[in-house]
């Protein structure tokens, strides 16, 4: 007997077919490289339970539907509507993920508050994380990613915010999205799509009626204060005229603090306590600006992935904040496009400030980093890691190491092997 929608239900939705467990039900998408159909074969041998598809494999178990990607949606979007929960949409070109994570853990506290997983901030992975893992809880915290304009809104129809969170808009992607100006349509879409919004009041480009904001400069919430005392950061806020003081072990980053003021905001927006107690535990997410004692010194990882404005904001944090000898190593700035010369010759203003540069040519966009005080550059990963330890590294080494490239780079994985020196 064929199967039918509402017997899915219960079972866990898969788009890679590699991945399929006894159970689960296999979408099949086509992709720009890759169709899933293709592999419908292969999901029922790893056991799956049955497969979403556009057209007839000829298996018993299938369901046929116009798109799956849409379909996916609407199946997301049949689910939370049953619960009505309030729904907080963030994007921006950098820190949206962990601006997620730190309005959850906040939220969490006090009231039943769901994210979606990981990076699954796409039209797919929104909506496959709501599928899978969504229980009903009162509010909805969701990072909503772009490529190209209209993406966005998409999500928003799909999920449409109570509260939508803007928090930055840069060159990140520029060369799939086209412009700035287009980065900033797009983005901009989740104001337009919101009941509220909640925006940086920093970026004189975001200003309308319904919009809150917050910031370092002025706005509805502002952060007017940051210091750490070498063990704790104390944070401080401004609100309709008052101040309110919150101390957080570890080093927190101006955009980590930043997260922490929107989390205060949306608390605000929502009638919520503002409880940061999760916050004594929170630890930043791999990648994003890591902070290891290392010998004397530190050793920092934001190998996350790359922006001009992320890597402006990251050794603004390092000048700021730890101790000298500074040195960099970096890699390339992916999916620029036509811009990307410029944005690296960008990079390279910015990493004179330095005491030294390494560079990792794994890609070849970072030919065009080009300062004067390039100490060691190669596309050897070898090479770059024996660099460090015979000419760089040593027991008495008390100055900082400042990792960030794109994630294609996999500069992570030059990080592993120097975090594992022994001293």
């Known amino acids: 007997m064929p199967v039918k929608l509402s017997d899915l239900f219960g079972h866990k939705f898969v788009v ?20 899933g159909h293709d592999f419908v074969k292969h999901a029922f041998e790893n056991g799956a339970y049955a497969a979403i598809v556009e057209k007839d494999m000829g298996f018993e178990n299938q369901i046929i539907v116009p798109n799956t990607v849409e379909f996916l949606g609407q199946l997301a979007k049949t689910i939370v509507e049953k619960f009505q929960p309030k729904i907080i949409g963030i ?14 853990s906040v939220l969490s506290s006090e009231i039943s508050a769901f994210k979606n997983e990981g990076n699954l901030n796409s039209e797919i992975g929104l ?5 899978n893992s969504y229980r009903g809880e009162s509010i ?22 109570d509260i939508g969170v803007l928090l930055n808009v840069g060159s990140a992607h520029v060369g799939v999205a086209g412009s700035i100006e287009n980065i900033f349509k797009g983005k901009w879409q989740i104001v337009e799509n919101s009941k509220e919004a909640l925006v940086n009041f920093d970026d004189e480009r975001m200003r309308c009626t319904k919009c809150r904001y917050f910031g370092t400069t002025g706005g509805d919430y502002i952060l007017s204060k940051r210091e750490y005392n070498g063990s704790s950061t104390i944070l401080t806020f401004v609100y309709e005229g ?13 955009p980590m603090a930043l997260s922490v003021l929107i989390a ?28 290891h004692k290392f010998s004397k010194g530190y050793l920092i990882d934001d190998t996350y992935n790359a922006s001009y404005e992320s890597f402006k904001a990251g050794i603004e944090e390092v000048l700021e904040n730890f101790p000298k000898p500074r040195y960099a190593i970096v890699g390339a700035m992916k999916e620029l496009g036509e811009y ?52 760089l590294i040593n027991d008495s080494f008390d100055g900082v ?16 092997e120097v975090l594992n020196r022994k001293f």
């Open 16 to 35: 890679d077919s590699r991945k399929i467990n006894p159970g689960d039900v296999f979408v099949a998408i086509k992709g720009n490289n890759v169709d």
């Open 91 to 104: 994007t921006g070109s950098n820190g949206k993920t962990s601006t997620k994570e730190i309005v959850w």
């Open 127 to 131: 909506p496959l994380s709501i599928i």
């Open 140 to 161: 909805l915290i969701l990072e909503m990613a772009q490529r190209v304009v209209g993406d966005i809104e998409y999500l928003c129809k799909i999920f449409p915010p």
């Open 242 to 254: 008052e101040e309110f003081y919150y101390q957080l072990p570890g080093y927190w980053t101006k």
């Open 264 to 291: 205060f905001g949306i608390t605000d927006m929502l009638d919520v306590l503002f409880n940061p107690l999760n916050l004594v535990n929170y630890q930043p997410l791999k990648g994003r600006f890591n902070v």
């Open 340 to 391: 990307s010369s410029y944005y690296h010759k960008k990079l390279s203003e910015l990493l004179e400030e330095l005491d030294g540069v390494v560079v990792y040519d794994k890609e070849e966009e970072s030919k065009d980093i080009s300062c004067s005080n390039i100490i060691f550059r190669s596309a050897d990963d070898k090479e770059i890691i024996s660099f460090l330890n015979n000419r």
């Open 401 to 416: 190491l400042y990792f960030k490239a794109s994630r294609a780079v996999e500069l992570d994985k030059i990080v592993e």
